[in-house]
């Protein structure tokens, strides 16, 4: 019924950028929540950054300052900018959306080298 396709991954240098996109399948607005989070391998999934239905922003620690998320409804997408990228970032990174269940993308890698 919900669907999220994350894509904008890849293999960048340290310093560098990348933002990443969710097309959903229905408007951002139906949903409570948006998000993203990532999952390194070994590790536990982990909130990188969430946006509500009325626009409020909230990031991990480790990446204020350098991610930003923000959505285009008119394309029913949201993004996250990543800026300053480090070879901790590395990970696979999910798209997620809560209305009022929980929905999740297939995620999309992110590989920062040194």
């Known amino acids: 019924q919900v669907q999220l396709v994350e894509s904008g991954g890849g293999l960048v240098q340290a310093g560098g950028s990348l933002r990443l996109s969710c097309v959903v399948s229905r408007s951002i607005f139906s949903f409570n929540l948006m998000g993203w989070y990532r999952q390194a391998p070994g590790k536990e999934r982990e909130m990188v950054a969430g946006i509500t239905r009325a626009g409020t922003t909230n990031y991990a620690e480790s990446v204020k300052g350098r991610f930003t998320i923000s959505r285009d409804n008119a394309k029913n997408t949201v993004y996250l900018q990543m800026n300053s990228l480090k070879p901790e970032d590395t990970a696979v990174y999910y798209c997620?959306?809560?209305?009022?269940?929980?929905?999740w993308g297939q995620g999309t890698q992110v590989t920062v080298s040194s």
């Open positions: 997620r959306a809560i209305l009022p269940t929980v929905n």
